[in-house]
């Protein structure tokens, strides 16, 4: 692969939110190293320790998803999750810190008592409409913004996870963001769900003339359906960047299903170990939908010895659901 400084440069130009958003720690994980007698030397990217929101993969997104929303006027954000969804919450921070309107719709029951993300909604003023499964969420969302339009408001509508080409833009940004702390190291290894994660760090190495392995750990789909996804988004981000067409989106993406357990949410004896583990070996936390499973596959590999190299795990926070 080789350096595309004109894409690199598009990525550069994108407006964002002007929120602080320092550079995320590297951290080696030494300790959790020596308990698996891993041969791999381990790191780890704290994107759960951005400031703003309590953090994770979405603010990332988030800043340049709602830069466009501005841009075009919108005086109300919405998005769509689960009762306790990362995105959502951080979509309601952002909405509150640009002085919008925000409305989720929530696949799931009303909480009797909001705890944890859905606690953390109602405390920055979303509004949040209950339907009763995902398949609901995508009608729930348009029906507010023709709700809204009658009402002469400006609505803004985020799809799932801010997993566009500009949310995707955002984590092939912050791969030059790595690579300004750290040599590039020979695998990244995050969850994976709604594709765009994955989809602007496997471009932000391509773009990089890195050669990099990609391993996205699903929390919930089949991989054949986020590597579809993700390959949509990388189509998406090579009209976005100027880069050649395929030059990002052909290619082995990297997709491992073998975490997701019984479903979305639903931990697994491995990713309960993962979770105690990486807490009592480093002290940082994961979450149960997400980085705990993905660093049950980390973990797995490693046992089975088929990481080499320098392994950087991307933790893309979701701590809050701890608390759910």
């Known amino acids: 692969m080789s350096l595309d400084p004109a894409a690199l440069e598009r990525l550069r130009l994108l407006p964002r939110v002007p929120l602080a958003l320092p550079p995320t720690p590297i951290e080696e994980m030494a300790r959790l190293r020596a308990a698996l007698g891993a041969r791999p030397a381990l790191l780890v990217k704290r ?96 029906a507010a913004a023709d709700e809204l339009r009658r009402a002469a408001r400006s609505p803004f509508i985020i799809p799932l996870g801010a997993s566009t080409a500009l949310g995707a833009a955002a984590y092939a940004q912050a791969v030059g963001e790595m690579l300004d702390q750290m040599p590039a190291p020979d695998v990244i290894v995050h969850a994976s769900s709604s594709g765009g994660t994955q989809a602007g760090l496997v471009a932000g190495c391509r773009v990089h003339g890195l050669s990099t392995r990609v391993i996205g750990v699903s929390a919930d789909d089949p991989a054949s359906a986020i590597e579809k996804e993700v390959r949509r988004l990388l189509g998406d981000l090579e009209s976005l960047t100027g880069s050649a067409p395929g030059s990002l989106s052909s290619g082995v993406l990297d997709v491992d299903d073998r975490f997701v357990g019984e479903g979305y949410g639903r931990p697994t004896p491995a990713s309960d170990e993962a979770l105690v583990l990486t807490a009592r070996s480093e002290g940082f936390f994961l979450d149960p939908t997400y980085t705990a499973k993905a660093m049950a596959g980390l973990i797995a590999r490693v046992r089975a010895g088929t990481l080499d190299g320098t392994v950087l795990f991307w933790h893309t926070g979701g701590q809050v659901a701890l608390f759910a």
């Open 47 to 142: 994107d759960d320790a951005i400031p703003f929101g309590f953090g994770g993969n979405k603010v990332r997104k988030l800043a340049l998803v709602a830069a466009d929303a501005q841009a075009r006027g919108a005086d109300t954000l919405i998005t769509c999750g689960g009762v306790q969804s990362n995105h959502a919450r951080a979509t309601a921070a952002m909405a509150a810190r640009l002085g919008m309107a925000c409305v989720i719709v929530a696949n799931g029951p009303p909480p009797a008592r909001p705890t944890a993300n859905a606690l953390l909604d109602r405390l920055l003023g979303a509004e949040v409409r209950y339907v009763a499964s995902r398949d609901e969420r995508a009608t729930g969302m348009t």
